[in-house]
Each structure stands twice: as structure tokens, then as C-alpha cells.
């Protein structure tokens, strides 16, 4: 079921980078299971023209070995750009204060995966590549994303997989063993971790996904997310023309 899973994914991804006009494909690679099997899959789309993207930005060094080791276990060519200092000049142009590891400011922490996303559009532009994005699911359901930034790309290649889906696509891609057991954390700060931040677990939101069904406390934090974030999951509203 998972081997023609990847047979059909590949195909879609050089369907709709060929319809384009593109003639291949840039993914970040952040050293966690999405992103991970999205190069895969990449890599078996276009084998000659994929390119990885290392982006650490006051991460957590582990992250940067984790993506440079998918990188090399799927022969993905890769370019690594460290993007503090852009980022220092964005935290000291609003704060006036050196950046804090630790933290959770989201109006400063989310200045990274837009400082990620212009990087990856500009060398896609370079290469006449599409930027090829790495939500799953679950995170669309409830907008576990930055808008803008992580979920500023041209396709979505795993978009219709729940968290637990993706694990599985990763054994078939044969994504390291590490990288799948890794917590989910889309690195927005020090010891940053998805569930944590969301405050369920991607097993609960899978769950909910599937069948409706959750402990009260469960679903209402889930629903809660999805009515908060709505916006994220559409294009701008445009008013109607007036007469």
C-alpha cells in the first residue's frame, strides 16, 4: 500500500512541477520526519534536479546534523545557510534587545520561518525550481504552521497524510530510524516541541481527524485551533464587487 503510495506521490510531484514550467524542486530540510520524506520523494521525482536546503537560525545544532544526515542517506544534494544574522537585525530593529534562546514570543520567533521561506523562493528562482512544501494533515487542520512562511510554498505533496501516515510513508522511504522517533518541533525556539505548543498530541489529533471523536479537553483545544487559525488555511478574503 505505501510502495505505490510513493509511486503515485512521485508521479503528482513532476506532474504539477512539470505543469509549471519548472524543471525541478527545492525542499528545507529542518532534520524532522516531514521534511524528510518530502526530499525522498523529491529525489525520486527529480533525481538530477532537488535541492535540500539547511537552514538553522539559532537552532538547536542536532537539528542541522539530523537534516545533513537525511541529506546524505538519500544523496540529496544540500546548501546550508545560517540565517542568524538577518534574523539578529530583524530582533534588535523591534526589541532593541539581543535575541533570548528561550523565548516564546511567537511575533519574533515566526520572523524565522520567513526569513526560511524568502531563502528557499530565492534559490528556487535561481534554479527555475518550485519550492515544495512539507505540511502534513494534521497541521493543516489546525494551522500548526507560519503563514508565510512554512506554509509559503507551491505544492503540498503530503498534505493528505495524518502524522501517523507520515511515519509510515518514512519506513517505505527509508528515512533513518532517528529521525522518525525524533519529537516533532518546527524549531521556532530553544526546546521548542510541536504537542507541547498545540497542547494535544498528534496521536489525539489524528484521532480526531479520523473519527471526530476526543476527550472533551482534547476537542476543544482542537477546535478552538481550528476556528483561531481558520485564516490560515485560505487566501485573503476579497469582497464582493459593489454596485
Same mark, same amino acid.
Given at each position: 500500500m505505501m510502495k505505490d503510495l510513493v509511486d503515485k506521490l512521485t508521479l503528482w510531484i513532476q506532474q504539477e512541477i512539470q505543469k509549471a514550467g519548472a524543471r525541478g524542486a527545492v525542499v528545507g530540510l529542518s532534520g524532522g520526519i516531514d521534511s524528510s520524506c518530502v526530499a525522498a520523494l523529491c529525489k525520486r521525482a527529480f533525481p538530477n534536479d532537488v535541492l535540500g536546503v539547511i537552514m538553522p537560525c539559532y537552532s538547536h545544532p542536532q537539528d542541522a546534523q !539530523? +537534516?545533513?544526515l537525511v541529506a546524505e542517506t538519500l544523496s540529496v544534494p544540500y546548501e546550508e545557510v545560517v540565517l542568524n544574522e538577518p534574523f539578529d537585525w530583524f530582533v534588535h530593529r523591534f526589541t532593541g534587545q539581543d535575541y533570548d534562546l528561550h523565548s516564546c514570543d511567537l511575533a519574533i520567533a515566526n520572523i524565522k520561518p520567513r526569513l526560511r521561506m524568502t531563502t528557499l523562493y530565492y534559490l528556487a528562482n535561481r534554479h527555475n525550481f518550485l519550492v515544495v512544501g512539507t505540511g502534513n494533515r494534521a497541521e493543516l487542520v489546525v494551522g500548526h504552521y507560519t503563514k508565510y512562511? !512554512? &506554509?509559503g510554498v507551491d505544492l503540498l505533496p503530503i498534505a493528505n497524510l495524518l502524522k501517523y501516515q507520515v511515519k509510515e510513508? +518514512?519506513?517505505?522511504? &527509508? /528515512?533513518?530510524q532517528r529521525i522518525i522517533d525524533k519529537a516533532p518541533s518546527a524549531g521556532l525556539w530553544f526546546g521548542h516541541c510541536d504537542e507541547q505548543e498545540m497542547g494535544v498530541t498528534y496521536k489525539d489529533l !489524528?484521532?480526531? /481527524?479520523?473519527?471526530g471523536e476526543a476527550p472533551d479537553s482534547v476537542k476543544k483545544i482542537i477546535q478552538t485551533l481550528e476556528k483561531k487559525r481558520y485564516h490560515k488555511r485560505h487566501m485573503p478574503p476579497i469582497p464582493s464587487t459593489f454596485k
Open positions: !539530523d +537534516a545533513k512562511g !512554512d &506554509g510513508l +518514512a519506513l517505505e522511504l &527509508g /528515512i533513518p !489524528d484521532h480526531y /481527524i479520523l473519527t
